[in-house]
Structure formats: C-alpha cells, structure tokens
C-alpha cells in the first residue's frame, strides 16, 4: 500500500510536472506565434517602407530630370535672348552709322549751299561795283 501511495505521488508529481511542462510549453508556443506576428508585421512595415523609398526616390528622380530639362531650356533661352540683343546692337549700330552718315552728308551739303551762297554774294558784290563804275563811267561820259 506504501508503494501504491509513494507511485500514485510520484505520478501525481510528474503530472503537475508535465502539466507544468505542457503550460510553459504552450506559453513559449504562444510567444513564438506572437514573435512570428510581431516578425510578420515587422516584414509588412518593413516592405512598407520600402514602396515609399522607392516612391520617393522615383519623384526625387522625376524632379532632378525636370530641373535638368529646365536648365537646359533656361540656357537655351538665355542664347536666344543674347542673340536677340547682340542684333538689336548690331542693328542699332547700323541706324547709328547710317543717322552719322546722313548728318555728314547734310553738313556736307550744307556747307556746299553757305560756299554757294557766299560766291554768289561776293558775285553780287563785284556785279553791283561794276553797275556803280558803269553808270559813274556814264556819267562822266554825259558830262564831257
């Protein structure tokens, strides 16, 4: 009976024993499915993260390409625009030569007509002495 007794505690002991076992057993079970859940959801941020890096690095990736494309066309701007001035230079240039031009030869003109004018004044002069002389030649030859 003393065998019996010591056998039944015995078991009884290596029931709690395995029960304690089973417990932590499925304790460390439902830890594991947690660390998986866990270790899941971390994988799930994770590629998460990653489709907005990706998202991120595409539009950093469209904007540097389109800042590229608008130098670009503000260089092409920039030539057209100091072109369109070195002509308007030129251009100026060209109106300028020809306004200078046309002064000179005004003043050229001019300065033919005051010649013009003061041969034709010295002519009147020596015309109206000759007058003078010939009505005074005239006049002494009525009066001889």
Do not use: C, P, W, Y
Request: glycine share 4%.
């Amino acid at each position: 009976a003393q065998a019996k007794a010591d056998a039944d505690a015995r078991e009884a002991a290596l029931r709690d024993e395995l029960a304690k076992l089973r417990s932590e057993l499925d304790g460390m079970r439902r830890a594991r499915d947690d660390g998986r859940g866990q270790l899941d959801g971390a994988h799930s941020e994770i590629a998460s993260l990653k489709s907005k890096l990706q998202a991120q690095t595409t539009l950093l990736e469209n904007t540097r390409q389109q800042s590229a494309t608008a130098a670009a066309h503000f260089k092409e701007l920039a030539a057209e625009r100091d072109a369109l001035m070195e002509q308007q230079k030129a251009s100026f240039g060209v109106k300028e030569r020809a306004h200078h031009a046309k002064v000179a030869e005004l003043q050229s003109e001019l300065d033919a007509q005051r010649t013009t004018l003061r041969k034709l004044q010295a002519d009147s002069q020596a015309d109206k002495k000759s007058v003078e002389e010939s009505q005074s030649a005239r006049i002494q030859a009525d009066g001889q």
